[in-house]
């Protein structure tokens, strides 16, 4: 696979990991992956945040190449 596939998709993974780790260090509710028996509550921020840099690192592999 090609560069403009690995790159974003690393960012991206990279991004939401990184947020989900600042939560959990810093609690901060709204970033955290929390797990208990009875429910799974997982924030949807990082994920966002995360998408959205994958598209703007594609858009700027895309523009660069051109």
């Known amino acids: ?6 790159i974003p998709l690393t960012a ?5 990991i990184l947020l989900y780790i ?3 260090i810093a609690d901060i509710d709204f970033l955290i992956f ?3 028996l009875s429910h799974i509550e997982i924030a ?3 994920f966002g945040v995360g998408v959205l840099v994958g598209f ?3 858009r700027i ?3 660069k190449s051109h």
Request: no cysteine.
């Open 61 to 63: 592999i895309k523009t």
């Open 44 to 46: 949807l921020l990082p």
């Open 34 to 36: 929390k797990i208990s």
């Open 1 to 6: 696979m090609s560069k403009s596939f690995w």
């Open 12 to 16: 991206s993974f990279g991004t939401m």
């Open 22 to 24: 600042i939560g959990f």
């Open 56 to 58: 703007i690192s594609e």
